[in-house]
Nanobody
Framework: QVQLVESGGGLVQAGGSLRLSCAAS????????MGWFRQAPGKEREAVAV????????YYADSVKGRFTISRDNAKNMVYLQMNSLKPEDTAVYFC????????????????WGQGTQVTVSS
């Protein structure tokens, strides 16, 4: 089972940028599809972005398209989420997730999770 540790969250003003990082260990990283999810207070966890094992394909939620970019470095066992033009509605705890299967976007389908990192966007 891969272990995941997120970093890079914080407080930023609307319109600003943050880069989240997720370090993976304990597994063959290139075998894992990777995803970023978020959960705002009182809301369900939702998929933000997903990247395939090779990095050749990505998915983005409509709410973040054109603003967020997911990427991975299989040599460093890292996955990133570059977040630009942040909005107050992006405020949430952001989680990194991994699975060896080509799972869908439902959080319940993903097998490995990090502890999350808080992103707060002030207006």
């Amino acid at each position: 089972q891969v272990q995941l540790v997120e970093s890079g969250g914080g407080l930023v003003q609307a319109g600003g940028s943050l880069r989240l990082s997720c370090a993976a260990s304990g597994g063959t990283f290139s075998m894992y599809q990777m995803g970023w999810f978020r959960q705002a207070p009182g809301k369900e966890r939702e998929a933000v972005a997903v990247i395939t094992r090779s990095g050749s394909s990505t998915y983005y939620a409509d709410s973040v398209k054109g603003r967020f970019t997911i990427s991975r470095d299989n040599a460093k066992n890292m996955v990133y989420l570059q977040m630009n033009s942040l909005k107050p509605e992006d405020t949430a705890v952001y989680f990194c997730a991994a699975d060896t299967r080509s799972v869908g976007l439902s959080p319940s389908a993903w097998s490995s999770w990090g502890q999350g990192t808080q992103v707060t966007v002030s207006s």
